[in-house]
């Protein structure tokens, strides 16, 4: 008869604790330092010989290598210039936040949008503003989507905005507030009227 193993469960808790103990010396990995090598000096190497090595170069002596040195004939490193930081990328919060950037921008790209579509809607149907937003609320609400998330992208990845010939960003930024005050104005004027402006 074959006799049935114990279950795991049922092993003394010591040898449990000296089997784990031995699997994790096992995986242990052990680092060791070695010296560090001597940095590559800017001094020219010499052969016993007398052949001077620079820079990927031969000289037969080191009188030829002062006189490259002399001339300018070896090649001298450039100097590297220091460049300006890159700016921090912004959070979320920080675009959003009330003095951020991204309230502007996306308010203005929207109203820019929604002037242009809806006076363009009135003009082809006779239907108001909150009539047409009755009836198409999906494809708003898909385009102010698509263009806040479109005007997010840049600022987070810190893209500096840069004028294309008559569209500069201070012109955006003007006819966004425009959009803004025409589309508040046409919703007050609509609201008065009880219909559409046309």
């Not at 912004?90 to 949008?113: H, K």
């Not at 989507?145 to 005007?151: G, K, L, M, W």
């Not at 960003?169 to 507030?177: D, K, L, S, V």
């Not at 508040?184 to 046309?198: D, M, P, Q, T």
């Amino acid at each position: 008869m074959i006799a049935a193993a114990k279950p795991l469960c049922m092993t003394r808790p010591a040898v449990m604790a000296r089997r784990s103990l031995v699997s994790r010396k096992s995986s242990l990995v052990v680092v060791r330092a070695e010296p560090q090598k001597a940095q590559p000096s800017a001094e020219p190497m010499t052969n016993e010989d007398g052949t001077v090595f620079y820079g990927g170069r031969t000289f037969a002596s080191e009188a030829e290598w002062k006189t490259a040195v002399e001339n300018g004939t070896v090649a001298q490193a450039v100097p590297v210039t220091p460049t300006a930081a890159a700016a921090p990328a912004l959070g979320f919060a920080d675009l959003m936040a009330f003095s951020g950037p991204a309230p502007e921008i996306i308010n203005s790209r929207l109203s820019m949008i929604a002037v242009v579509a809806a006076l363009g809607a009135e003009l082809s149907s006779g239907q108001s503003v909150l009539r047409q937003w009755a009836c198409e609320p999906t494809a708003i609400i898909l385009t102010v989507v698509t263009f806040t998330v479109a005007s997010l992208i840049p600022m987070f990845n810190n893209t500096k905005r840069e004028a294309f010939g008559p569209f500069t960003p201070e012109a955006e930024i003007t006819n966004g507030r425009a959009a803004m005050l025409g589309f508040a104005s046409l919703l007050v004027f609509e609201a008065f009227k009880g219909s559409a402006l046309f």
